[in-house]
């Protein structure tokens, strides 16, 4: 275990300028993002409104995301990763703090349609903006880097923000709590806007994509080559309008056929995920009377096996092949969902539960290397954009049945809806990527490079 952060360490290093000014911007952006999400709820209540309130401008900001994603790939592919950055986290931002000082309810809703419009442009160029300034030897880790960011700051910023009122009312000690809460959101900002300040640093350049001959859509034209000049000539002229239209298209065929075949994979990892992820705080509650200290426990302890799970992916990719890895991860997590169905006491459900998330998300960093390394580079903003409203979509419909399923039948039975879903991604991942020749095409990529 002790050569695992060793390993990271030596990977950090190594790793370019653009990628370190990003990662450590997303530091401070979670911790931000983690500290303001502890305190608004409170701050609306504290304003006089009720849970209801609080659901709806959340579901406002989701549907935005939803709608607003493919745009902000596309856009992203057009203006490049670093301003679509700079752009997306500035306004996005500004809107978080304008947000904790307006009262008005269509003022709210204002802001939370501001950043969820704007956020999608971070959640559009960040992850092809890894894959781009990464070298495929170290492109997991890099992943893995930033799931662990996104976890570990989970962590670190409820625990530290639980202290913040403290420190604002020891050096302030006139505020009231709506004022304390308005302080506490500045901080947050003023943290955010550091690690915007390290996104300055990036030097973006806009090379041949390097990858491309090991793109799904990055073959044709080769045959003409091959012919002799005249006869190419000779059939240029009849082409020449299919070739024009394909060029309108955003993407080539062969990367559309593999974003659908994709996008089908993930939509029932995301229907699957959205039937008891949401709801575990109340599963535990219900089924097992647990305390708030048992339910923070076991939450707490499933955040950190995340991260072990995430920390050790780049392993098995290099074992076994990433395709290979995301399906043997995924099947070995099924079985923990039905004895969580069926656990006789919160502690089995809280390590199978753990140990759910630690297999399943081994997985991430290893599915965002597969899924970019089979786009061009100027189509994988507008590929991921697409993959997040597609996502968002049928999250925001299995939120809704989940509670229907929970409401009539019982947790339980939600549990066996996320098994079905999770296994059948696992099966289409099998056919429309495992098998046969699409394992000897990779292996024969990584070869190459």
């Known amino acids: 275990m002790t050569a695992m952060p060793i390993g990271y360490v030596r990977r950090w290093r190594t ?161 009231d709590e709506i004022g304390m809460y308005r302080v506490v959101f500045v901080l947050s900002v003023v943290l955010a806007f550091v690690g915007v300040a ?21 073959q044709p034209q080769a045959q003409a080559q091959d012919k002799p000049q005249s006869q190419a000539a000779a059939l240029a ?15 080539t065929p062969a990367e559309m056929s593999f974003l659908v075949k994709y996008c089908a994979t993930s939509s029932l990892v995301a229907f699957a995920a959205g039937h ?14 647990a305390s708030a200290e048992a339910v923070g426990g076991v939450l707490s302890f499933a955040q950190f096996a995340t991260i072990v799970g995430i920390a050790v992916a780049p392993a098995p990719g290099e074992r076994f092949g990433i395709t290979p890895s995301v399906l043997y991860t995924r099947l070995l997590a099924l079985p923990m969902l039905l004895l969580m169905a069926w656990a006789p006491s ?12 630690s297999l399943h998300q081994m997985s991430g960093p290893l599915t965002n290397t597969f899924m970019l390394s089979h786009l061009s580079r100027s189509t994988r903003a507008t590929a991921n954009g697409f993959l997040q409203s597609f996502e968002n979509g049928v999250r925001a419909v299995s939120m809704f049945t989940s509670g229907l399923v929970i409401t009539r039948y019982g947790y339980p039975q939600t549990f066996i809806v996320a098994f079905m879903g999770y296994a059948l991604s696992a099966v289409l991942f099998w056919q429309f990527f495992v098998r046969g020749q699409e394992v000897a095409r990779e292996r024969s990529v990584t070869a190459s490079a």
Not at 198 to 218: F, S, Y
């Open 346 to 357: 919160i502690w089995i459900a809280g390590a199978a539960y753990a140990l759910r998330n």
């Open 198 to 218: 390290r996104l300055l640093r990036i030097r973006e350049e806009r090379p041949a994509d390097a990858h491309v001959e090991a793109t799904a859509g990055a």
């Open 276 to 289: 008891f992820l949401p709801f575990m705080n109340t599963y535990l509650i219900r089924t097992f009377d």
């Open 237 to 251: 002229a009849p082409e020449r309008p299919r070739e024009e239209r394909r060029r309108r298209l955003p993407m």
């Open 15 to 175: 790793l370019g300028a653009n990628v370190r000014a990003f990662l450590v911007f997303d530091i401070c952006y979670q911790l931000a993002l983690t500290v303001y999400g502890l305190y608004f709820p409170r701050y609306l209540l504290a304003l006089g409104y009720a849970e209801d309130t609080l659901g709806s401008l959340m579901a406002v900001g989701t549907a935005c995301v939803a709608v607003c994603s493919l745009g902000a790939g596309i856009l992203s592919d057009r203006i490049g990763r670093r301003r679509s950055l700079l752009m997306g986290i500035s306004i996005s931002k500004s809107a978080f703090l304008l947000r904790g000082f307006v009262v008005a309810l269509p003022a709210l809703y204002g802001c939370y349609v501001v950043d969820g419009v704007f956020m999608t442009m971070y959640a559009a160029a960040g992850t092809p903006f890894i894959f781009e300034n990464t070298h495929p030897e170290e492109r997991i880790h890099a992943f893995s880097m930033q799931g662990m960011i996104v976890r570990a700051s989970g962590i670190i910023g409820n625990t530290i923000g639980g202290f913040l009122p403290r420190l604002v009312w020891a050096a302030a000690p006139g505020l």
